[in-house]
């Protein structure tokens, strides 16, 4: 099989999917330092395979698998609880108490993401963080896209049991 | 505005889901810091050019050492070649006196003759010994009275006994190592492959067919052959197969056809977590985590759940495992503090065993 990729093109496409790729190994480490560290072996990691992909996926959804083994890698052998910090969104309103609550809430679903068992964590940053398609996403976490559709049910349901409220599905 | 009551609303709104993903989605934003993407793009641009220095290096080395041995090829040749054909110093001395050429320093028209001096009643030299011998397999193969075909040595291999395998080989005019590299080859033709190791099997035994494996440089036909190494139901073949799991170089090609076994041996591979060696154990348990599935997680919860305190390969097993039960019952175990420390002991156990 002829080999789909060349090496210019390979630095261009890492290059392009650098700034999302950090974002992902931030969000799925809990902090910035280490998920750079996560950045630098994944980098590490394309350089040696790049001959390996054969453009079955979109390069980003094939750099996206190794950022997301690397840092399932770093996360078991840290065996530390990062609790994830983010960047919140300024809150588009001027009445203070509005803008707690969100603040409170936005708390309170960050640590029902941090208490979800690993896959479902990570389904939900790829899912919800980077709003990726659920073919991507099966692709990336190498599940059925059956199994995305309904993890996208068990997300939710487990934030609404955390926030305290009942959560009926719905399609 | 965003509030519990109204981020799960269940009031048959279409629109409720969305509101509640793009909540999610505003409570997970963060940033790629403009320095920190910089900086690991100038690590990338290093890594690369390294990378390229290092191949430019390489292939110039490579080619300093083809043009050496080529250099090293011709001056021999030249030398063996001088050394059979020494020029008689009473000619040379001749041509010098008289300024003429002697009558034997002429080139001679009959090739045929002058090849048959160069050879004749002296033994062979080093060189010519070594191209006889790499010749002789063509050869003799094409000499080969009355030669099989390689599928019908494996059809008449499969249907006798183990013992007298030597008799058909014999009489269908291979040796044991050519029969063997034989059926490798035809291995790789699906449709040829299970005659293939069926014979296979005749000749090499179980033990055999793992070596087979490891030395083979065909991949399909590694993952063939501990395929068929892990669904033979015997206890010499499981064992072979997880040897095979236990070595870094063919664990990912032996774990990858695990899934393909038509009848996994889930019960051995379940005893063989106690085995008394630690690889076998390990091995045991990767493979299973490999086979998942809600049937192997039920087993391996059952297991550790009646016996947690003897269970670290099972605790491995179940980390391996991929799906929601095993996910649910992880995620229980990290909360409780009665099964936290096995745990987080087979946690550990994983980080150090199974790079």
Same mark, same amino acid.
């Given at each position: 099989m002829s080999r789909p990729i060349d090496r210019h093109l390979v630095d261009q496409l890492v290059v392009e999917h650098l700034p999302v790729a950090l974002r992902v190994a931030k969000r799925l480490v809990g902090n910035a330092d280490s998920a750079e560290d996560v950045m630098q072996d994944a980098l590490c990691r394309v350089l040696r395979h790049?001959?390996?992909?054969?453009?079955?996926?979109a390069f980003s959804t094939w750099m996206m698998q190794i950022v997301v083994n690397v840092a399932r890698e770093h996360r078991r052998r840290s065996h530390e609880i990062h609790e994830l910090t983010c960047d919140l969104a300024p809150v588009v309103t001027t009445d203070p108490l509005e803008r707690l609550t969100v603040v409170e809430l936005s708390e309170k679903v960050r640590a029902a993401l941090d208490d979800l068992p690993d896959r479902q964590r990570e389904f939900a940053m790829l899912r919800f963080g980077e709003d990726l398609p659920a073919r991507e996403i099966a692709t990336i976490l190498q599940i059925s896209e059956a199994n995305v559709h309904s993890c996208v049910h068990l997300v939710r349901k487990r934030i609404a049991k955390t926030i305290g409220v009942d959560y009926v599905e719905r399609e | 505005m965003w509030s519990e009551n109204n981020?799960? *609303?269940? /009031?048959? /709104? =279409? $629109?409720s889901n969305q509101q509640t993903d793009e909540f999610i989605r505003h409570s997970l934003r963060v940033d790629a810091d403009d320095r920190r993407v910089e900086r690991l793009r100038q690590y990338w641009r290093r890594l690369s050019h390294q990378q390229a220095w290092r191949r430019r290096k390489l292939l110039s080395a490579s080619l300093v050492a083809a043009s050496l041995a080529a250099c090293a090829l011709f001056f021999v040749g030249r030398e063996t070649r001088d050394d059979s054909l020494p020029e008689p110093v009473s000619d040379k001395i001749a041509s010098v006196v008289d300024g003429a050429p002697s009558a034997n320093s002429v080139p001679s028209v009959d090739v045929q003759g002058e090849h048959a001096s160069l050879t004749y009643g002296r033994p062979p030299t080093e060189y010519e010994r070594i191209l006889f011998a790499a010749r002789q397999p063509r050869q003799l193969s094409a000499k080969r009275p009355n030669e099989t075909t390689i599928e019908d040595l494996a059809s008449r291999l499969t249907n006798i =006994? *183990? $013992?007298?395998t030597d008799k058909v080989l014999a009489s269908a005019g291979y040796s044991q190592s050519s029969a063997i590299d034989g059926l490798l080859e035809a291995s790789r033709e699906s449709a040829q492959r299970d005659n293939a190791f069926d014979a296979l099997e005749k000749l090499v035994d179980v033990e055999g067919l793992a070596e087979l494996a490891r030395a083979s440089r065909y991949p399909e036909v590694r993952a063939a052959l501990a395929l068929r190494l892990l669904a033979t139901n015997s206890d010499a073949s499981l064992l072979e197969y997880l040897s095979m799991v236990d070595d870094m170089a063919f664990r990912e090609q032996a774990l990858g056809v695990?899934?393909?076994?038509?009848? =996994? =041996?889930i019960g051995q591979l379940l005893v063989l977590l /106690?085995?008394?060696?630690k690889s076998v154990r390990l091995a045991a348990a990767m493979t299973l985590g490999r086979l998942n599935g809600p049937d192997v997680t039920r087993l391996l919860i059952d297991r550790v759940t009646d016996q947690p305190s003897n269970s670290t390969e099972a605790w491995l097993a179940l980390l391996a495992c991929r799906g929601e039960l095993a996910d649910e019952f992880l995620a229980y175990a990290g909360r409780r503090p009665q099964l936290l420390g096995y745990y987080n002991n087979a946690r550990v156990l994983w980080a150090q065993s199974i790079p």
């Open positions: 790049w001959k390996s992909y054969r453009g079955e996926a | 981020l799960f *609303r269940n /009031d048959g /709104d =279409p $629109g =006994p *183990r $013992g007298n695990a899934k393909q076994a038509a009848k =996994p =041996p /106690d085995d008394q060696e």
